[in-house]
């Protein structure tokens, strides 16, 4: 039987977008978001590049005939759609993985705000330095994790009738990957494994799916993807101190 409450589960990025405008997480907010900036510009602009030698060659592959060649709209509307879904997940895991020390670090400064304890003694930037191996470590994880059942998912989409599933089983998947993503900086921050996390979540999986749902959807909106990974740390650290915090620690 599947535990949790789904409609909790959907308010805590809200509280993450309301957190992340107080005065003591602010900078660490604004740090991750100008390097999100411009990861966003300089993969929107290779990925623009490419797609227009792609669409001159396919172009080249057509006869030359002015109406065909006036076609090559169809290629742009496809570009957005393809640019799109490439920029809502491929930079969500580049932002998280360069992020990472810092998302670690808020996340710890949110749960100080939300309880009033302290999560590490340890409060300073070499801290933040020292934590970057660890933090790559464990993104790392997190892409091994998704990377075979994501290429299963795909193999599965190429099978007549069958990929109607997978479209489903996609959503359902994406939205437990962006729990297990998010939840993962302040599991991370108690020294609970990968795995341990995994079965926690899954004690919760209705307030996980929840979460993750909004999540999933606001990373494939331009810009607001922008914002959206600093109040996802923030929302995933509310979900894991009235989830799991207080009761598995």
Same mark, same amino acid.
């Given at each position: 039987?599947?535990?949790?409450?789904?409609?909790?589960?959907?308010?805590?990025?809200?509280?993450?977008?309301?957190?992340?405008?107080?005065?003591?997480?602010?900078?660490?907010?604004?740090?991750?978001?100008?390097?999100?900036?411009?990861?966003?510009?300089?993969?929107?602009?290779?990925?623009?590049?490419?797609?227009?030698?792609?669409?001159?060659?396919?172009?080249?592959?057509?006869?030359?005939?002015?109406?065909?060649?006036?076609?090559?709209?169809?290629?742009?509307?496809?570009?957005?759609?393809?640019?799109?879904?490439?920029?809502?997940?491929?930079?969500?895991?580049?932002?998280?993985?360069?992020?990472?020390?810092?998302?670690?670090?808020?996340?710890?400064?949110?749960?100080?705000?939300?309880?009033?304890?302290?999560?590490?003694?340890?409060?300073?930037?070499?801290?933040?330095?020292?934590?970057?191996?660890?933090?790559?470590?464990?993104?790392?994880? =997190?892409? #091994?994790?998704? @990377?075979?059942?994501?290429?299963? $998912?795909?193999?599965? *989409?190429?099978?007549?009738? +069958?990929? !109607?599933?997978?479209?489903?089983?996609?959503?359902?998947?994406?939205?437990?990957?962006?729990?297990?993503?998010?939840?993962?900086?302040?599991?991370?921050?108690?020294?609970?494994?990968? =795995?341990? #996390?995994?079965? @926690?979540?899954?004690?919760?999986? $209705?307030?996980?799916? *929840?979460?993750?749902?909004? +999540?999933? !959807?606001?990373?494939?909106?331009?810009?607001?993807?922008?914002?959206?990974?600093?109040?996802?740390?923030?929302?995933?650290?509310?979900?894991?101190?009235?989830?799991?915090?207080?009761?598995?620690?």
């Amino acid at each position: 039987m599947l535990k949790g409450n789904f409609f909790r589960g959907l308010g805590y990025l809200g509280e993450g977008f309301r957190l992340i405008r107080q005065p003591g997480l602010r900078l660490f907010v604004v740090i991750p978001l100008v390097i999100n900036i411009l990861l966003f510009g300089l993969l929107f602009y290779f990925l623009a590049e490419l797609f227009a030698g792609l669409i001159a060659a396919a172009m080249g592959w057509l006869p030359d005939w002015a109406w065909l060649q006036a076609l090559d709209w169809l290629f742009w509307i496809l570009y957005g759609a393809v640019i799109l879904l490439m920029l809502a997940y491929g930079f969500v895991i580049v932002a998280n993985l360069i992020g990472s020390p810092f998302y670690g670090y808020l996340s710890e400064l949110t749960e100080k705000h939300l309880t009033g304890q302290e999560v590490s003694t340890e409060d300073s930037w070499s801290a933040i330095i020292k934590d970057i191996p660890r933090a790559l470590w464990r993104e790392v994880q =997190k892409i #091994l994790y998704y @990377l075979p059942r994501a290429i299963g $998912l795909f193999v599965i *989409g190429l099978i007549p009738v +069958v990929n !109607l599933v997978a479209a489903v089983l996609w959503f359902l998947f994406n939205s437990w990957m962006m729990a297990l993503q998010y939840v993962d900086y302040p599991a991370d921050n108690h020294k609970v494994s990968f =795995k341990s #996390l995994r079965g @926690l979540l899954g004690d919760t999986r $209705l307030s996980a799916f *929840g979460f993750g749902l909004p +999540v999933a !959807l606001a990373a494939m909106v331009p810009v607001l993807n922008l914002v959206v990974v600093p109040a996802a740390v923030c929302g995933a650290t509310a979900y894991w101190v009235r989830e799991n915090g207080a009761t598995r620690n």
